[in-house]
């Protein structure tokens, strides 16, 4: 019987490991980050973090521009943005909607997903400070999404209440809101430190070197700092090797959804892929006339904008949709196997930026750049002066800018009010700069589980 | 008895060595009921001298004059000694080991004589689950134990079935209980990833099973340790016994259609809907012209009047078969048994077959050894629609496919033209050309080796294994359906359970006092089991255009490939006790330390234990005078014991996991946040209970009361979502259950030809949130978990009627049920509105018997719950969803000013939200439905005797025959699952079997 005991108890005790088992797919995070390897695999999840439905996969660029004046909602819909196509102090988001609460998880988890990198203890080479390199640029992104829609604009007031800044990893962390000033000097130092990491250039869905400072010329830009705006945009068009699109370019350039490496006008963009992509949530599908989709039309006005010379209006291909003449975003076409791509930054419009922050003071080059535009669209040049120069180039970025999210961002660092044409509801045909509803809720969900958040949701909400 | 074979010897040398100085002593040997036993052994102890018994019973033996004792034996009886002293006649009465067994409940880990309990242990024996038209056991168990709640969901064969005993005790985790089926915890319910619903345990033939144990409290659980909060059942499966093999066949044979229907929810026919429809769009304010167009569109003169419901449900046939074979000899027994079972369900599309295969030998190798040998093997073939919302489930298509859609076209082949179907999917026509196939094949078996070291200590070491593969195919053809939008669509899955658990046990007997008054039995134990999961899946589209190709070979573009495991593991240590003085009190003790791979580093490994005491006062001395109680037995008991269902194979890590990938190149992101003091839940059972019988065992009563709280529950704990992870798994949280079990039986009449038997139980159980993270309530869609309330409270908007003047919808503005208004009302407004859980429920049998004949029924009873009709909203809608078809209930709308229903105005499109959750989708739960009804035949046993069959049993039964429901609105069966929420699910059926039961 002794000896029954005995083996039973050296049984259980020499069996510690039996009761120890890991995943079958998953590491810690120590064995997850431990080599340089390990930190390029964590690098493309951060990539593919950006691809959220809620927030480079589809909202962000979506947002961008049916908030504004550019895109709307067909009357045959499948109800998917709603809220922010109708939208004024009474009508809208709320601090439930799930697309505003997708952006803030989104855009943090992948600030989760760039910090892991930047705060490696893996030992310096080129290609460890190419990945942190790019992580820091890609948490710059991220902040600058957030930043943009959850606080009011730098250009209103610096002080105001930004977005927490979360630059290490804490689950239990209930951080309050930094000051908007704060979130941009978080990125102007990330996307520097991006600039000076990275020496590769791997394709155009990876940040490089110049993407990093194209992303900073648009951020100074919204900081309305043009003189650095400029510097930077001019180190992208002149140092960073990027051919520009052309005319005869155009229409390929824009059919193309495979990511390349010819350096040609992209300087960042979020891929999709065959197999990693969104499905039917992915952006093309709300703009393509050829799925389900396709609640997503080009305003009259902006379709109006275009002379019939100009390259970019064969984008806009005309139809019918719910018993109305309409026209068609062909931006984004591919909706079977590798689907569109989202663009983030091009090099048009480092020559877009680097023509409105030579204003004012230098008209010469404000006109040199916006025209190395026009000239390649088939557009007629611009050649006003002064105020209408300026407007000029407004409009110009809102032709050339058109569906990639950007629209809606200018008419909130110009402070302007949003004036859409009759496509929209009649109820937000005008939407002043002080309608509430251009700043995003905090999210409820955060609200309930962060009390330092709680008493600082913004106005109106 | 093993001793037997060895006596028979010597007797025969024995003859040799009568000695001078005997005598003879004469006798009888019969069993209790004083039929004579032949064969019967009958050896003067301490000597090799010795007789058996004739055909009659009667034996004589001559014995030494020394001798003083005779050890009479036979097979399938307890040995007994005589004292011969200067007698010579000898009758001697056996006891039969069957009998014996009856005295005995199997508990974990063993067996325990009924007074020595200390626990609540309901059992349940082979009669009461063979035979029945059910797919597995669990189902069999309704209201056959008072406290344990079995709740279809789905009237599909293989269903998965819900059981709850003594309360749900985790908020995130399953409360089903704990099975072990002869000695292995094994996985149980739905383990399928393609079908809407499954059940592991519908591969075991309910006719295998000998016997169920119901562990109720600490005392019974605690031995299972971190599995034991939600139950445990014990089930143990038929043995062989020694002696001429016996043969036994039973058949059923029978149909079945829906068990309930209400006529306010029959589907409107062509003309209904077309003119509610023309009110509607008359309301809606459409010209002339466009209610003509409209009505046009959706079949105004098509002449169709094509009813979907009736096209959808069926009669279902239902046939088993068993057979067994059970014999052996003294040293060696064996039971073979095999059964086929084929139930269709009561709509199209939905049936399964079952083959089983039982073998079990046990060996007596040597005076101390013994070895056991078990297998049992069952596949099963199951074929289930899809459930719910989907426009491929039969149901859904019934309740909202216009009847003016006809399902075939004028020539009498299948209408797939989506838009002559309003977009809904023809799933008379997809019942033939999509498959939805399930093949689930199960091994559960064991071998043992029990050793006796010495005469009161045994030690037993025993592997099972529990063995599930699932091979789910599903197909959707490319020319309707599911599968048109991607030229038809196939999918393989494989799903494989491997789990094996190796227990080693010793167990002394020992009487601590030289008479046996106090005596002391104890138990240790270790156990290692591992459970590996293997999940394959694939998917392919882009199918020919055809409906023949049905496997993802065929398809041209594949879509999933993949494959994972999931394991986890358990090492425990275990030991109970008990204590008995003179069976008068009894004082049990158990302890159990699981270590799990599911449990933290910080929490490896848990203890568990419970202690229980039982006064017999029946035994006392002062009740020796009270003939009229034949027991009356006190007993309690409390403990801790745990679930773990909630925690996930590798909750406790924090994970990188894979599948962010960019460029189809990998990529890792942080997936769990994980907590390195993550552990089970935790559960503390009290239980007090009295079992009383009366006048010769005429009236028994057993009641219980418990309390068990449940906490350091797993609940999702919400993150800032600053820190990347919206939420983490914590264990915070408490519940509690408190309830009342009765169970009366009671035999008003006992007479030679009648016997009249009535057995009534009664559970109640009080179910409250105790404590949440924060203290905040957490919304799940209908429900709310709240602090002070029970789990599973529905909370939702306040119906308030229709307004007679305008009728319009009308909710309470507030949750203080102060105003009216016609606008649907915002979340604040949202009141608690009843519970998904029954207040009380139970049973009552009645069973007579007179002469050959039987007749027995059982009511199931319950009381107390609400039942959401979820999607009411389509079918009762005041004009929402105006393309899908609407239930008469709708024809009862407010027509003019003056009206009074609560049906508002029909607008085409809606009438101001009435589609919306609301109270008035909830409906009272209440039910009494005659479970089974059942008038059995034996045939007369002398008239068999010539054919050589020793019984035979004719019976015809009914299985849900009625159902009556206190709320006249109740839309579809009272029964659905534990959350009270109908889904559109395949009707539960109501049966009509005939069975015949042949032993020879």
């Known amino acids: 019987m002794l000896l029954v005991i005995v083996l039973l108890v050296t049984a259980s005790s020499c069996k510690k490991t039996f009761i120890e088992l890991n995943s079958p797919t998953s590491l810690t995070p120590e064995q997850a980050l431990g080599t340089e390897a390990d930190l390029q695999v964590a690098l493309r999840g951060a990539y593919a973090g950006l691809r959220g439905v809620d927030f480079y996969g589809r909202s962000m660029p979506i947002w961008g521009d049916i908030m504004a004046d550019n895109a709307y909602q067909s009357a045959l819909n499948t109800n998917r943005y709603t809220f922010f196509n109708d939208y004024s102090d009474t009508k809208g988001a709320t601090a439930g909607d799930g697309n505003v609460s997708g952006l803030w998880a989104s855009a943090y988890s992948v600030i989760l997903r760039a910090n892991n990198i930047i705060n490696t203890t893996v030992a310096s080479n080129a290609n460890v400070d190419q990945y942190r390199g790019e992580a820091y640029a890609i948490r710059a992104l991220a902040y600058f999404a957030l930043v943009r829609h959850f606080a009011k604009p730098y250009s209103d007031d610096p002080a105001a209440l930004g977005v927490p800044i979360v630059t290490t990893y804490n689950p239990d962390l209930k951080p309050a809101r930094n000051k908007v000033s704060e979130v941009y000097t978080l990125m102007v130092d990330d996307l520097n430190k991006a600039y000076t990491l990275m020496t590769k250039y791997t394709n155009s869905s990876q940040f490089s070197k110049y993407a990093a400072k194209a992303l900073q010329a648009k951020v100074y830009l919204n900081m309305g700092d043009k003189t650095n705006a400029k510097t930077a945009a001019l180190d992208v068009i002149n140092n960073g090797g990027f051919t520009s699109l052309t005319a005869a370019s155009h229409a390929s350039y824009w059919s193309n959804s495979v990511v390349t490496t010819s350096k040609l006008e992209t300087l960042f ?24 989709y396709g609640d997503l039309l080009c305003a009259d006005d902006l379709y109006a904008s275009f002379e019939a010379t100009d390259v970019r209006k064969a984008l806009y291909p005309t139809g019918v949709r719910a018993g109305l003449a309409a026209a068609f975003v062909n931006k984004y076409p591919v909706i079977q196997g590798d689907l569109s791509d989202t663009k983030v930054l091009r090099l048009s419009e480092m020559y877009l930026i680097a023509a409105e922050a030579s204003l004012p003071g230098n008209e010469a080059d404000a006109l040199t750049y916006v025209n190395y535009i026009t000239s390649r669209r088939g557009a007629t040049a611009i050649a006003s002066t002064g105020a209408q120069l300026f407007e000029d180039i407004i409009t110009e970025r809102r032709k050339e800018l058109a569906f990639e999210g950007d629209r809606f961002h200018d008419m909130q660092r110009l402070k302007r ?6 496509n929209y509801p009649a109820t937000s045909r005008t939407v002043p700069y002080t309608v509430f509803r251009r700043l995003f809720p905090i999210p409820q969900v955060e609200v309930d589980a962060n009390p330092q958040i709680k008493t600082q949701q913004n106005a109106g909400y | 008895m093993r001793k037997l074979v060895t006596m028979l010897l010597c007797v025969v040398l024995a003859i040799t060595q009568i000695a001078a100085q005997t005598r003879t002593v004469k006798g009888k040997v019969t069993d209790s009921k004083s039929n004579p036993v032949p064969n019967a052994s009958v050896v003067v102890k301490g000597t090799t001298t010795g007789t058996t018994s004739d055909a009659n019973g009667d034996f004589s033996i001559n014995v030494p004059a020394s001798a003083k004792v005779l050890v009479i034996s036979s097979l399938n009886y307890t040995s007994q000694e005589v004292s011969i002293g200067t007698k010579t006649n000898i009758t001697v009465s056996l006891v039969s080991t069957e009998q014996d067994l009856q005295e005995v409940v199997v508990v974990g880990y063993g067996s325990k004589k009924k007074s020595d309990l200390t626990g609540s242990v309901a059992t349940l024996k082979a009669a009461e689950i063979e035979n029945l038209p059910f797919s597995s056991v669990d189902k069999a168990l309704q209201g056959k134990v008072a406290g344990l709640q079995s709740v279809a969901a789905s009237g599909q064969p293989g269903a998965s079935q819900n059981i709850i005993i003594r309360g749900i005790s985790s908020v995130n985790g399953s409360s089903n209980p704990l099975w072990i089926i002869d000695g292995i915890p094994v996985n149980t319910g739905d383990a399928s990833r393609l079908q809407t619903t499954s059940n592991l345990l519908s591969t075991l033939n309910p006719n295998d099973i000998e016997s169920i144990s119901v562990l109720k409290d600490a005392a019974s659980q605690s031995i299972y340790g971190s599995r034991a909060a939600n139950g445990v059942i014990v089930v143990t499966t038929k043995k062989g016994k020694g002696g001429k093999t016996k ?3 039973d058949t059923e044979v029978g149909q079945s259609n829906t068990a309930y229907t209400n006529d306010k929810y029959k589907p409107l026919s062509a003309q209904q809907y077309l003119d509610i429809t023309r009110e509607g769009l008359v309301n809606a304010g459409q010209t002339p012209a466009n209610v003509t167009a409209t009505l046009t569109a959706l079949g105004l003169g098509n002449g169709i009047d094509f009813n979907w419901l009736d096209n959808v449900v069926r009669n279902g046939t239902q046939q088993q078969y068993n057979v067994s074979a059970s014999g052996g000899n003294d040293k060696t027994q064996f039971f073979l048994s095999g059964g086929r079972f084929v139930q269709d369900g009561t709509t199209i599309n939905s049936r399964l077959t079952r083959t089983n295969g039982n073998v079990n030998i046990t060996n007596q190798a040597t005076d101390k050894l013994k070895l056991g040998f078990s297998l049992n093997g069952g596949a099963v073939n199951q074929r289930a629609p899809l459930a719910g919302g989907a426009f491929g489930n039969p149901v859904l298509s019934s309740y909202f496919l216009l009847p003016t859609y006809s399902a075939y076209k004028a020539d009498g082949t299948y209408n797939l033209t989506s838009a002559s179907l309003g977009g809904l999917h023809n799933t008379i026509a997809l019942s033939e050309l999509d498959k939805r196939f399930l093949r689930q094949a199960s091994l559960r078996g064991s071998v043992y080796g029990e050793y006796k070291i010495l005469e009161n200590l045994k030690f037993k070491s025993q592997y099972g294994v529990d063995y599930n593969v699932l091979e789910e195919d599903q197909y959707n053809n490319p020319l309707h359906g599911d599968g048109a939008a991607s030229s038809g669509r196939a999918f393989s899955y494989y799903t494989r359970y491997y789990n094996w658990v190796w227990t080693n046990t010793l167990d002394l007997q020992q009487n601590i006092t030289r008479g046996g008054d106090l005596s002391f039995n104890a138990q240790i134990g270790y156990e290692a089991q591992k459970s590996s999961g293997y999940f394959s899946s694939l998917q392919s589209q882009q199918f020919p ?5 049905t496997y993802p ?22 030991a109970s006790a008990a204590v008995n003085y003179q069976n008068r009190f009894v004082v049990s003790g158990s302890f159990r330390r699981d270590g799990s791979s599911k449990f933290s580093p910080n929490n490896k490994y848990g203890n568990f234990w419970s202690v229980g005491g039982t006064w017999n006062v029946d035994r006392e001395r002062f009740m020796e005078n009270v003939k009229f109680i034949t027991q009356l037995k006190l007993r309690s008991s409390y403990g801790v014991n745990g679930s773990n269902t909630a925690i996930g194979n590798y909750d406790a890590l924090p994970l990188y996991s894979f599948g962010s990938n960019y460029n189809q190149l990998p990529g890792s992101a942080p997936a769990n946040v994980g907590d390195p003091n993550l552990t089970w839940e935790l559960n503390k059972p009290f239980n007090v209970g009295v079992d009383v019988s009366i006048l010769k065992n005429r009236i028994s009563l057993t009641a219980e009361y418990y309390t068990r709280t449940s906490s350091s529950l797993l609940l999702s704990v919400p993150l800032s979502r600053t820190s990347g992870f919206a939420s983490a798994t914590r264990n915070i949280g408490t519940l509690k259950n408190e309830g009342i079990e009765l169970n009366l039986s009671v035999v008003p009449v006992q007479t030679k030809n009648f016997k009249w038997d009535i057995d009534f139980n009664f559970a109640n159980n009080k179910n409250t949130v105790v404590e949440l993270p924060g203290g905040a309530d957490i919304a799940n869609g209908n429900f709310i978990i709240r602090q002070g309330v029970p789990l599973n409270s529905f909370f939702l908007r306040e119906w308030a009627g229709v307004d007679p003047a305008t009728g319009d919808p009308n909710w309470y503005a507030d949750n203080v049920r102060g105003t009216k208004t016609n606008v649907y009302p915002g979340v604040n407004a949202r009141v608690l509105a009843g519970n998904a859980q029954p207040k009380y429920f139970g049973s009552l049998n009645n069973t007579i018997t007179f ?3 039987t007749l027995s029924a059982q009511l199931y009873y319950n009381y107390g719950n609400m039942v959401y009709d979820t999607w009411g909203g389509y079918y009762t809608g005041a004009g929402f969803g105006a393309t899908f078809n609407k239930v008469a209930r709708v024809l009862d709308r407010w027509q003019k000013a003056g009206d009074v ?6 607008i085409y499109g ?6 919306s959750a609301s109270t008035f989708y909830l409906q009272k739960g209440d039910f009494v439905r005659l479970r089974e009804i059942q008038i059995g035949y034996n045939l007369p046993k002398e008239v068999l005797a010539k054919a050589g069959i020793s019984s035979a049993n004719f019976y015809v039964r009914g299985t849900n025959l009625f159902t009556w429901v206190k709320d006249k609105n109740l839309a579809f069966d009272p029964e659905q699952g534990t959350n009270s929420a109908s889904n559109l699910n395949v009707f539960i059926p109501k049966t009509v079997t005939v069975g015949l039961s042949v032993a020879f």
């Open chain 2, 901 to 906: 229903t609560d049906i508002p105005k029909y």
């Open chain 1, 269 to 292: 963009e979020v891929s999709s892929d065959a197999v990693a992509n969104l499905a039917f949530d992915a952006l093309s599908y709300l703009y393509s006339q050829a799925g389900n």
């Open chain 2, 851 to 853: 002469k050959n004949f």
């Open chain 1, 417 to 422: 009010n949003i004036v859409r044409s009759t």
């Open chain 2, 247 to 249: 043969f036994r066949f």
């Open chain 2, 545 to 549: 255009p055809t409906t023949t190709l």
């Open chain 2, 910 to 915: 809606g009438n101001k939200n009435f589609q």
């Open chain 2, 553 to 574: 070979a065929s398809g041209a573009s594949p879509t999933t490939a993949s494959a994972t495991i999931s394991e986890y593991s358990f090492a425990s240590q275990f």
